[in-house]
């Protein structure tokens, strides 16, 4: 899920006043902007975090722990050291010497993002237990969550938030709000079967509140609807999902897990359609698809997409930087693959290059790897597709970043 997952893609959407539909991956992104000082070097990454350092730091974490690499303990400290007072996580601190204030823009996403990957790690319940009542505190009363504190719900933040209570050791049915779930949520915004798009999960309703399908909401809802998180396992093998009525959680996952193995049947990807552009390969969703489905229904289900990835997308990930590897590390892993042969790449290995040396690899940690690709912020173009196909406006990025997930 590319939960995912920024308020760059947010602003650059506003500057060029987009407002649309789905959320997107650009399949070749352009190059972030150069931060304005020197990137932190416990940070994973060589692109401007401004909008995306505390989500790509997160799945960085989480993908290492995932393949059982001890990361390094300045990028664990440089993760746990953007938190707030409140327990709240923005997406990014340049000054973390300057507490937390009301202009600093809290976000539930990378708050989200931060738990998983500190409860993988371990031996940091104070910081999850903080992080986790600040995201209760501001659960929107459907139950869900937005980007921001007291922004509209949307299926993307709910599901990453579901991921981050349930690694915690929470139950996310019993984190209620006027007597609603995060689960009664995503019911909300999964499509009925008779209509058009119907089992997929909407972002948001739009502002007559339709519902419209999207895949990488569906991809998020999928996860979320089971329970699960961004690194999520294989399920049980299960024959293809048919749409039904969504009367519970598992019904909306298998109706979501439906509409995705449909969207790839074809070509094996999920595509990208951006207003005034051609659609191309969707990685970064597909990714997200991939684990979805391998989480509804097992491996096998994602075997026709995972095969794409295998083939196509190692400019993509080389270009795109630690989130993207680490979505395809969580594909990998979903459907029992190997991510140190994934098509002939070592997922683990070009992972490990975009940041401080991991403890196990017994390098010096005080220097930053030269060999670390150069990424682009793919999570900023997660969000404007969020913003093309969601139709989310300037109010939102007020509020607070995402969708989204994230550097993908």
Request: hydrophobic fraction near 40%.
């Amino acid at each position: 899920m590319n939960v995912r997952r920024t308020a760059a893609a947010l602003a650059a959407a506003a500057v060029i006043g987009a407002v649309a539909a789905p959320v997107a991956h650009a399949a070749d992104p352009s190059p972030s902007a150069s931060p304005s000082a020197a990137l932190p070097s416990g940070l994973y990454g060589t692109g401007d975090p401004t909008y995306d350092g505390v989500w790509r730091q997160s799945l960085a974490l989480l993908a290492q722990d995932a393949v059982g690499v001890r990361p390094a303990e300045k990028a664990v400290d440089w993760l746990t050291g953007q938190q707030c007072a409140n327990g709240a996580f923005a997406s990014y601190r340049a000054d973390t010497g300057k507490a937390c204030d009301a202009e600093t823009m809290l976000d539930t996403n990378a708050t989200a993002a931060a738990v998983q990957a500190l409860a993988a790690l371990g031996g940091h319940d104070a910081e999850t237990g903080k992080a986790v009542g600040w995201l209760k505190s501001v659960q929107n009363e459907d139950g869900g969550w937005g980007f921001g504190a007291g922004s509209p719900t949307d299926t993307n933040s709910t599901s990453v938030v579901i991921g981050a209570l349930a690694a915690a050791g929470e139950k996310p049915a019993e984190v209620t709000r006027k007597g609603n779930s995060p689960y009664d949520a995503l019911l909300a915004l999964s499509l009925p079967c008779d209509e058009d798009g119907g089992g997929a999960f909407a972002y948001q309703p739009d502002k007559k509140g339709k519902l419209a399908a999207n895949a990488d909401a569906t991809a998020a809802g999928v996860l979320g609807a089971l329970g699960k998180g961004l690194d999520a396992e294989p399920g049980k093998r299960a024959g293809m999902p048919k749409c039904a009525d969504a009367g519970s959680p598992e019904q909306a996952a298998a109706n979501g897990a439906a509409y995705l193995a449909e969207a790839v049947a074809e070509d094996g990807h999920l595509v990208s359609a951006l207003p005034g552009a051609e659609d191309q390969p969707d990685y970064g969703n597909t990714a997200d698809a991939v684990v979805a489905l391998a989480a509804q229904g097992g491996a096998e289900r994602a075997a026709k997409p995972l095969k794409w990835l295998q083939r196509n997308s190692a400019d993509w990930a080389k270009q795109s930087g630690p989130a993207a590897y680490a979505q395809l590390i969580f594909a990998a892993l979903a459907t029992g693959g190997d991510p140190r042969d994934f098509g002939g790449d070592d997922l683990v290995e070009r992972l490990n290059a975009t940041g401080p040396a991991p403890q196990a690899a017994g390098a010096d940690e005080s220097k930053r790897d030269d060999s670390a690709e150069e990424e682009s912020d793919t999570s900023m173009w997660w969000v404007v597709g969020a913003l093309f196909v969601g139709g989310i406006g300037i109010g939102f990025l007020l509020s607070g970043r995402k969708k989204k997930g994230p550097q993908a």
